[in-house]
């Protein structure tokens, strides 16, 4: 617990990101539920998957190495944030 902890801040022309839901429901422990919830609905979890659009701002190594690179700031709870560069 520092009173004046490091910041990091990263700047990247590209950020790959991909589609997040599936990720997002897996690690907070939610893909049954909602998976169930939409069933109750009349609708398919996969089917909710296949509409999130890519949020892929580039096409290289540097956009995948970015959005690894801040998956990892994020899951050691570091305090991060990532800049696009236009």
Same mark, same amino acid.
């Given at each position: ?6 910041? !990091? ?12 839901? &599936? ?8 893909? /049954? ?13 996969? /089917? ?9 701002? @580039? ?16 899951? &050691?709870?570091?305090? @991060?944030? @990532?800049? @696009? !560069?236009?």
């Amino acid at each position: 617990d520092q009173k004046d902890p490091k910041r !990091i801040y990263y700047l990247s022309l590209e950020f790959l990101m991909g589609r997040t839901l &599936h990720n997002a429901l897996s690690n907070l422990g939610l893909k /049954d539920k909602y998976t169930e919830a939409l069933r109750n609905l009349g609708f398919r979890l996969e /089917d909710m998957y296949d509409m999130e659009k890519d949020a892929a701002l @580039g096409n290289g190594g540097l956009g995948r190495l970015a959005a690894c690179f801040m998956d990892s700031l994020a899951t &050691h709870n570091y305090p @991060g944030w @990532g800049y @696009g !560069i236009r």
